[in-house]
Each structure stands twice: as C-alpha cells, then as structure tokens.
C-alpha cells in the first residue's frame, strides 16, 4: 500500500500527536527523537502529515492542494540570517528586498511597492498583517525569536479558501517550539560589520503540568553606509503549554516588541534625519480538545496593540507671488505621525472525521481593527472596521490513487461586503512516490481602512502675519491622500497543475509548479491635482481599483537530504507578468505599467550544508536574480543582482560546553541594489555568533 495512505504505525504516531499541546510541533520533533541517530529526518517525516498550513488539516505533502515549502530550524540555522524575513530568499517565487536597512520589503510574484500587503504571515496562528497605514506585513514587529521558530511553512499561492482575504498571493505560517522542546537556559551573541550586536536569552522548564518558556532578545545595527536607517529591536515572549489531562490543552503566549528606528532623509525639508518608535504587544489563548485521532475542538483568541510614536515640527519655506510681487514665508508644521492600532481576533474550529475516507474541517471566526491616527484619516474618532468569516474543508480520499480537496471561506467585510472565496483540487497518486495536483481557486484581499479613509490634510500649527496676507493657525495648506469610497476588494483567479515526486530511497524530492493566476480590481495608488488647501498640489494620492496582471510562471525545486544536517537544493523561477495592452487583460481597466516588471522574469537559488566532520558544518546560499521595479517608475528599476552567503559552524564539545560557534559572511560577492538605484543591499558583512545552553 502507498506509504502515504494511513497505516497502523501512522495512525498511532496521529494519536500520540493530536494528544500533545501542539500537534504539528510535537508530531515532527517526537519523529525525530524517535528516530535511531544514523536514520535521515526525510525518511522519518515522509509517512507523517506535517503539512497544516494548506487546509488547516494535517496532511502529508502529496495530500496538499497547493505546492508547500517548508523550512525547518536546521535549515534556519545554517542559512545564517539574523532576521526572519531572510529565509524567504530560500523560497522559490519570493522576492525579498530593503527599502532601507530597517525597512524590510517581502512579496510573492510582484505586485508590490514599499509596502507589500497582499500576503497573509502567522506566528502560530496570529496574524501579524498590521491593519494600520498601507498595511502589510511589520517584519520588525513579529514577536518571535529566530531561535523558537520550529519551522515554516509557505503556502505557495492563493488560499484565501482557508485563511481569508489576506492570503491573496500566499500563506507564510510561522510555527514555534513546543516549550517541552526547549527546557533549560540558552544565551546567544553575536557581533560583526556595520554596527551589528545582538544578544538573547531563553529559559524553559516544567512546572507541574506546565511548560514555559520566557524569551528576552535584542538586536542592532547601523543600517545602510550613509543613510539615517539604524535600528534596535527588542522582544520579550512567553509561551505557557498546560496539558490539563489527556485530551484538553490549553495554551498561553504573550509578548512585547520595541523597535527604535532611524527614519528620514538628509537635507529633506519636510522628512530630516530623526528617530522614531513602534512597540507591540500581545496576547494568546488557545484551548483545544482532542477527544479521538482526527477528532479536535479548538478555541482561539487573540488580542494586539501597536504603537507608533513619530512626532517633530520644522518650518516649511515657500515662495509665491502676491499681486505681482515675490513673496518667501516660511510655515510652521507640526508633524505627529503617531497611531494606535487595536486587533480582537476569535475563532473557533472543528476537526472531524465524519466517514471512512472522508475528514473535514470547519469554524468560524470574528475580528475587530481599531485605528486612532488622526493626521492619517484627518479625524480624532476612531476608526473601526471587522471581519466575520466562516469556512470549511472536505477532504475526500476516493481510492488509494485518488484524493480530492473542497473548501471555501465567506467573508462578511465591514468595509466591502460579503466574499466567497472558494477552492477545489483533485490530487491522483501515479506511483507510491509520484503525484500529480490539479488546483483551482479564487482569493480576494479586502481594501484596509487607510485604503478607503485616508485623509492627509497638513495645517499651519502656527499663524503666520505677513504685510501682504495673515494665515491663522489651523488653515489647510495642503492635502497628501484624499478619501476613496467605493473601493471594491481585489479578486485573483488561480489555476494551477503540480508534480511532487519523493524518491525516498534516494533521499530526494522533485516538486514542480505550473500557475496562471488572473489578478483583476488590484488597488493601485494614484495621483491627481487638488485644490484642497492653502498651495494647489498635483501629486495628492488616492487609490482605485485600476490594477490588472496576469501572472503566468514555473516553479521547481529539488531536494537532496540523506541526513538533516547535509542537503542540496536547487529551484528556479520562471515568470511572466503581462500588463497593459495584453489581450488577455483588456477589461477596460488602465493599470499602470509596473504590473509587468514587478519580479524578475528569471530568479535561481542554491542552498545546501554540509557536515564534512563530526560537529563541522559548511552551509552555502548562491542566489541570481533578474531586474525587476517595486514602483512604475524607471528610477525605481534595480538590475540583475547576484547573493552569495556562507557560514561555517561548529559544535562545541559536550564536554566543554553545549552549544555552537559560527562565522557567517552575507553578500561576500560585493554590493547590490534590491529596491531602488544608490539604495544598496547591505553590502558584504561578516559576522560571529556564539550560542551556549545550559
């Protein structure tokens, strides 16, 4: 019988999982542990349902309705990267970019500009998609160490059918170590080029019938040569994992994130050099009951508040004529970009297996986002906007050859209405190790409130007496945004066809992606004349559903991994974007011209370890990108760039001390530009880390 499909030793793997605090978690590392020391991790994970992010059912790789990418902790440790959003360098697709050193730029086939936002990240289960300004994803603010992330998982492609209308273009599902997993006290520290030194702190232990887990971490460094854009980033999380019997768990995490960052540009007169500051915190309860195998209730509630401080004054000169004669006056402004952002989030989810062959999930949900931002909605009320959702999945395995996929999610949007977002994919098992996918699914990502409210009128904060005019304070001088009723949500349209091929007598995986996705009523910012306010401007913002693409592409990686510190893996993306004037995307709508170049048409990665001696690992990341533009514009236009990074680690001796010692070099092959002309990548940085455990 294929190795996928359920066996006796599977089933009993299922029920030591479901009963634990985090299936997923517990399910990989109990396999692993379990494992003798000289068997391969791929062998001992290929029979088990490690994949939960596709459907929210865990389910092997070849059950899976869309291709998945997953990058474990030993991955994540020999790639050498000191922030999360690195790792998607790694990911076929993905295009990782900085907009400054602090300003972390993360998308999946383009569609971006200087705040992607049409991807959904969760850290265990809480979405870190920040509801305030333009949206998107604060990597600065995810409140997660690197060293508690068990693994990721990248749903590469739409999947609003599970996770609702921000998982437009992918899922990235960040999921920590079980707190069982992680006893004891660890202190890492690293120092290096351009300002680098950080330093973190864990501790794990049991009390009673709970396992904790308290982390304190701390990173800086000094940004771009020549560019205001330093940062310090400070966390605190805990994470509590009650098992309070066999079958209810209930589990607790909270945390705090500071991040102080430079901001501004030298010689600017309405954005100088300064510093500014956002904090977050949060906290989780998650109860689930696991009353069978394949039987589970769970509760979840989340609550999140970000804080943004950026506040100075400057006076503005102007120059104008008044009855035919020069006038220069300089206006005073007072700047407060501060914002207050409030997210309640609960749901409730239901596993079940209601018949042979069959398992479904299905639940509901509610969330609330407030905003108070008076300068960016020209307003001191609150802004409110929620979200009810409903959603479920059928899995249907109809013979051993044969597995079929059905789920939906209705989403009823303060701000846009209801949307139903459904998916159907059939998966046919040719052999044990060779399967093919055949997908098809509609997404949306409803507009945020910035996107339809915003209002950026600037006033004069001081009256301003000349002898040919007086200007009171509090007189509209200009006006930035302006309001945009009537914005619809965007839809995209995913076809796709996937192979995933698991030689595990060779330790090797093949999985190929071939897509089209439709993309229609994308939200494009754009520009008009306004006669709001004191001086005319024709640069004021406002959004419109104008945007189009059709995304049409490959994707391929394979994988080589005998043991799980050595691997080999390749992956290469071929993309095409068409943009304007393409029949296949004349609907009357007139998008901009970005559409087209907004990720390379051509991007190829390489990474791979090797343990060459006991205790000695070589890691190696060789990436090629092709040219691409985050903006419309052909100044934001970078070329081709090449990354290569390295990192040679060693395993201190168990009787010397537990832990490791690592030197690491990022980008040694010599600058580049990932955002835009003269904004470089970090340059060549070399960089220690030592890493101890008591």
Sequence with gaps: ?????????????????????????????????????????????????????????????????????????????????????????????????????????????????????????????????????????????????????????????????????????????????????????????????????????????????????LTAARNHDSGFAAINDWRKAELATLRADWAINHDHVLEFQAGWTNNDLGTGKDDNATDPERGSRITTSFGLLRWRHVPAPDE??????????????????????????????????????????????????????????????????????????????????????????????????????????????????????SLTGTSLAPRASANYHMTENQTLRFAVNRSYRSPIAFEQKSSMIFSNSAPIVTPFLTIPAGTPISQTFRPSPGLRAERITTYEMGYLAELRPLHASLDARLFLERARDLIEMRLENSSAGLLPRNNTRYFANSGEADIRGLEVVATWRPTTGTWLSLQHTELRIDGPGNPATASGAQPSAWVANSAPRHSSALFGAWEFHPRWQVSVARRWVGGMSWYSDTAHRVGMYRQL????????????????????????????????????????????????EF
């Design 1 to 213: 019988m294929p190795t996928h499909l359920a066996t006796p030793r599977t089933l009993i793997l299922r029920r030591l999982a479901t009963r634990a605090c985090t299936p997923l978690l517990i399910l990989s590392t109990q396999a692993l542990a379990a494992a003798p020391p000289d068997a391969s991790e791929a062998a001992y994970l290929a029979d088990l349902p490690v994949v939960l992010s596709a459907t929210r059912l865990q389910q092997a790789r070849a059950d899976t309705p869309g291709s998945v990418t997953v990058i474990d902790r030993h991955m994540i440790r020999a790639a050498g990267v000191r922030d999360i959003h690195e790792l998607f360098m790694l990911v076929p697709g993905f295009q990782v970019g900085m907009h400054t050193g602090n300003r972390p730029l993360v998308t999946y086939h383009g569609l971006s500009d200087e705040a992607p936002r049409r991807m959904l990240v969760q850290v265990d289960g809480r979405s870190v998609y920040s509801p305030y300004f333009i949206a998107g994803v604060e990597w600065n603010q995810l409140g997660v160490d690197i060293d508690d992330i068990e693994r990721i998982e990248v749903f590469r492609g739409s999947n609003s059918a599970a996770y609702g209308s921000n998982a437009f273009l992918g899922v990235a599902n960040i999921i920590t170590r079980a707190p069982s997993e992680t006893r004891g006290t660890s202190l890492r520290y690293r120092a290096g080029d351009g300002g680098v030194n950080d330093v973190a702190v864990r501790h794990g232990q049991r009390i009673g019938d709970v396992d904790l887990r």
């Design 296 to 413: 589970e209730l769970s509760v979840t509630w989340y609550h999140q508040e970000e804080n943004g401080r950026d506040r100075y004054a400057l006076s503005v000169p102007v120059s104008f004529r008044q009855s035919g004669r020069p006038v220069s006056i300089g206006i005073p402004f007072d700047f407060d970009y501060g914002f207050r952002a409030v997210r309640d989030d609960l749901e409730i989810q239901r596993v079940t297996n209601p018949a042979a062959g069959l398992r479904a999930v299905f639940g509901a949900g509610m969330r609330e986002d407030r905003l108070d931002a008076p300068l960016r909605f020209n307003s001191s009320e609150r802004v409110r906007s929620g979200v009810n959702r409903a959603f479920a999945t059928l899995e249907w395995r109809a013979s051993p050859q044969w597995l079929f996929n059905a789920g939906f999610m209705v989403e009823d949007n």
């Design 645 to 692: 990074d390295v990192q040679l680690s060693h395993r201190l001796p168990p009787d010397l001390l537990r832990g490791e010692v690592s030197v690491t070099a990022r980008n040694i092959d010599g600058d580049d530009e990932t955002f835009a002309p003269g904004a470089s990548w970090w340059g060549s940085r070399i960089f220690g880390t030592l890493q101890v």
